[in-house]
């Protein structure tokens, strides 16, 4: 069973930084498009962020554009989520899951129904 697995979340003030790691188990990472995504307390699943496979290349919502970087170590079979300049808006439960593709970060479709375990990130004063 494809299984993506998350870590790295915690505490930061406003303005400070992050980094989230996301694991795969038995696979190759790079074998699919990965998207991040979040949930705020009482709002839905959004997507932030889609890598595609292959070439790596990352596409991102704008409200996280310029803030967050995603990085894949294929050495490691890890990706990362640098979170810099953070919000309190960014406070929520962080995911990784494989997606189909990356044709639009808000329109992501995983392919598995489960979600993953996630990493809290809470960003507060």
């Known amino acids: 069973q494809v299984q993506l697995v998350e870590s790295g979340g915690g505490s930061a003030q406003p303005g400070g930084s992050l980094t989230l790691s996301c694991a795969p188990s038995?696979?190759?990472?790079?074998?699919?498009?990965i998207g991040w995504f979040r949930q705020a307390p009482g709002k839905l699943h959004e997507g932030i962020s889609c890598?595609?496979?292959?070439?790596?290349?990352?596409t991102y919502l704008d409200a996280v554009e310029g803030r967050f970087t995603v990085s894949t170590d294929q050495a490691k079979n890890a990706m990362f989520l640098q979170m810099s300049n953070v919000k309190p808006e960014d406070t929520a439960v962080y995911y990784c899951?494989?997606?189909?593709?990356?044709?639009?970060?808000?329109?992501?479709?995983?392919?598995?129904?489960?979600w993953g375990q996630g990493t809290q990130v809470s960003v507060s004063s």
């Open positions: 899951e494989a997606v189909w593709e990356c044709r639009s970060v808000r329109g992501m479709v995983r392919l598995f129904d489960r």
């Open positions: 038995g696979f190759n990472l790079t074998k699919y498009a």
């Open positions: 890598t595609t496979s292959g070439d790596s290349r990352t």
